[in-house]
């Protein structure tokens, strides 16, 4: 850790957080930009109340159903993801059976060899997006992203895409694939892209998700669609803005911050 942050800091977990992700750019994992979208994020997250509201708890039921009834599911990971959740993610990986690829906006080797590194420590087997054996565009995408691996994201009909830079989804999604978003924004353009968008920390919904895909994957196709039929992506991401404004509105009444 850059500085050492004490217990009894009021916002310690989220101070915790921050100084993973710098010190994950020190390591090269975090590209110099994720420091900002971290920032924007975070201001979501204050909205929320740092905690995680009922309404994403049922985002990330609707994610784990779509991404166990999908039949070539893949997680795409970036410099974000890799410094705060790479335990849960290869956890997620395995549970659901969906291969790990790494697929950054700010392309540099070294950043996909330090990210492949902090994935193989928190016990990932295997990791697709860096052999250029295996390399496949995709001419809907125009930046760095649209190199893909054409064992995962080239062939899947399902992305998993944690804490996105918005028209990779629409390009995946005019591509025919499913796509789970976690973005702390819900109006962002991947929000409103996705399949499903989950509002929520990246840092609070890995764990949610991997207890999730615990559980729901144990159940057969049709308690899967059971309990899909009472979810609904759209529905959500309506809470999800009523919840931020109603939040909004409840803080501006309260007497101690006239
Ligand atoms: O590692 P790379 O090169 O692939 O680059 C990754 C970043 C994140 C830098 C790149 O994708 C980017 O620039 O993203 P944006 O356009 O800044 O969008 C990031 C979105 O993630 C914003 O809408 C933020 O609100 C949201 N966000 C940031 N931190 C979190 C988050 N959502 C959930 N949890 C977070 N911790």
């Given at each position: 850790m850059v500085i050492e942050i004490p217990k009894d800091h009021p916002r310690y977990e989220s101070l915790v957080i921050r100084e993973k992700i710098i010190e994950g750019m020190h390591q090269k994992i975090v590209a110099e930009a994720g420091?900002?979208?971290?920032?924007?994020?975070?201001?979501?997250?204050?909205i929320l109340g740092e905690v995680t509201p009922p309404f994403a708890l049922n985002q990330e039921k609707l994610a784990v159903i779509t991404l166990l009834r999908a039949k070539n599911p893949v997680i795409s990971v970036n410099g974000n993801v890799a410094a705060l959740c790479s335990k849960e993610?290869?956890?997620?990986?395995?549970?659901?059976?969906?291969?790990?690829?790494?697929?950054l906006f700010y392309r540099k080797p070294e950043r996909e060899i330090a990210i492949k590194d902090v994935l193989t420590k928190a016990?990932?087997?295997?990791?697709?997006?860096?052999?250029?054996?295996?390399?496949?565009?995709?001419?809907?995408?125009?930046h760095q992203r649209r190199i893909v691996d054409s064992r995962g994201?080239?062939?899947?009909?399902?992305?998993?895409?944690?804490?996105?830079?918005?028209?990779r989804?629409?390009?995946?999604?005019?591509?025919?694939?499913?796509?789970?978003?976690?973005?702390?924004?819900?109006?962002?353009?991947?929000?409103?892209?996705?399949?499903?968008?989950?509002?929520n920390n990246i840092t609070r919904a890995t764990?949610?998700?991997?207890?999730?895909?615990?559980?729901?994957?144990?159940?057969n196709i049709q308690e899967l669609e059971?309990?899909?039929?009472?979810?609904?992506?759209?529905?959500l991401?309506?809470?999800?803005?009523k919840f931020m404004s109603s939040r909004l509105e409840e803080l501006a009444s309260d007497q101690k911050y006239l």
């Open positions: 420091l900002i979208a971290h920032g924007r994020g975070e201001a979501f997250d204050y993610i290869v956890q997620l990986s395995q549970i659901l059976n969906a291969p790990l690829e790494i697929n016990g990932a087997l295997q990791i697709y997006g860096i052999d250029p054996r295996n390399q496949k565009s995709i001419p809907e995408i125009s994201i080239a062939r899947s009909d399902c992305v998993f895409v944690p804490l996105e830079d918005g028209d989804a629409m390009a995946l999604r005019n591509l025919g694939k499913d796509v789970v978003a976690v973005d702390l924004n819900p109006l962002s353009r991947t929000s409103l892209a996705a399949t499903v968008s989950i509002t764990t949610e998700l991997v207890n999730f895909a615990k559980n729901f994957s144990k159940m059971e309990e899909k039929k009472l979810l609904n992506n759209e529905t991401l309506q809470e999800a803005l």
